[in-house]
């Protein structure tokens, strides 16, 4: 059974950083692309930031370049994303997500987290 577990999620005031973690099991971790998206209530689900299966390469949406970074350990199956200089506007609901190889969509998705930025 895959399982994507996100945490770290939390109120924090603007200009603040939180770190979500996202803890995969039930598939081979090394094998799969993965990626941060949020929602904001009344908005479409947007994608945050991505990593490829080695690590090397990353991808961000233009309104987080600079203040987060996405980042993973292939050892302990885990992504994460570290959230500077937060804004009011990154209040969400934050999901991490996997890609198998080969494939255009998320093959799985977590629960998610919500982080609230007060301003």
């Known amino acids: 059974q895959v399982q994507l577990v996100e945490s770290g999620g939390g109120l924090v005031q603007a200009e603040g950083s939180l770190r979500l973690s996202c803890a995969v099991s039930g598939l081979t971790f090394s094998t799969y692309a993965m990626a941060w998206f949020r929602q904001a209530p009344g908005k479409e689900r947007e994608i945050v930031a991505t990593i490829t299966r080695s690590g090397g390469t990353s991808y961000y949406a233009s309104f987080v370049k600079g203040r987060f970074t996405i980042s993973r350990d292939n050892g302990k199956n885990t992504v994460y994303l570290q959230m500077n200089r937060l804004k009011p506007e990154d209040t969400a609901v934050y999901y991490c997500?996997?890609?198998?190889?080969?494939?255009?969509?998320?093959?799985?998705w977590g629960q998610g987290t919500q982080v609230t930025v007060s301003s």
């Open positions: 997500a996997a890609q198998r190889a080969g494939y255009t969509e998320y093959n799985y």
